[in-house]
């Protein structure tokens, strides 16, 4: 039972580049998160999953996007990578809300 | 919008000391409240959390934290810290049911020396 699994681990992009982070539960958990965090400033979420085929904006979406077409995998995407997106991303799920959630490792993503 | 404010954001102690982390909450209707905790490189784990009922909760490795509704705080204690408790902690709240994600504080740096 992997729990939250996130690949890649680490990534280090250029600027303009496109990727996508991928987080897949095991859990059959319906609710599913992208946070990213900063030092200094805690965990903020980015978007958000209620169930397969749906997606939501968090607090920080902006040049971001996310997919959920099967319900154990929820996708995150940039298209064109800023700096400024230079951050460790948390894939986090949990079966009921307001339930704890379940985190992954982290993704360590630079963008140069 | 709900905020989180942890107002300690590094603390140094001494090996068997006790621990208070205070976290205030701005939401004033009915929420659910975590303490979590991020080991130097790991993900974050639950320490405790409260949702209804006994205001004083126990989490694992010793932890507690007491709700205080009227404060809106759920600060977080421990009588005698080890080292290995060095470590991030993160308080979070869950004011809309969850669907929409917890909201984080900003995270204590806390750094226990042997």
């Known amino acids: 039972n992997a729990g939250v699994t996130q690949t890649p681990k680490f990534r280090v992009l250029k600027t303009g580049q496109s990727m996508t982070l991928l987080c897949a539960q095991d859990?059959?958990?319906?609710?599913m998160y992208w946070y990213r965090q900063d030092p200094g400033m805690g965990l903020r979420l980015i978007h958000y999953s209620v169930g397969e085929g749906t997606t939501a904006k968090g607090e920080v979406p902006d040049g971001y996007n996310v997919s959920r077409l099967k319900k154990q995998n929820f996708l995150l995407g940039l298209e064109s990578a800023a700096p400024s997106q230079t951050s460790v991303y948390f894939c986090a799920s949990t079966y009921f809300a307001g339930q704890p959630q379940h985190f992954g490792d982290g993704t360590r993503l630079s963008i140069l | 919008a709900q905020s989180v404010s942890q107002h300690n954001h590094h603390v140094i102690l001494s090996e068997a000391a006790s621990l208070e982390l205070g976290c205030n909450y701005s939401?004033?209707?009915?929420?659910?409240l975590f303490w979590y905790v991020q080991y130097p490189g790991q993900h974050l784990q639950l320490l405790l959390k409260y949702f209804s009922g006994d205001p004083l909760v126990k989490g694992i490795k010793g932890f507690e934290a007491e709700f205080i509704k009227s404060k809106f705080s759920f600060n977080l204690r421990k009588p005698s810290v080890q080292w290995s408790d060095t470590a991030e902690y993160f308080c979070a709240v869950d004011s809309g049911g969850g669907a929409d994600g917890l909201t984080f504080g900003k995270g204590t740096h806390l750094i226990i020396q042997p």
């Open positions: 939401y004033g209707g009915t929420v659910n």
């Open positions: 859990m059959n958990h319906e609710y």
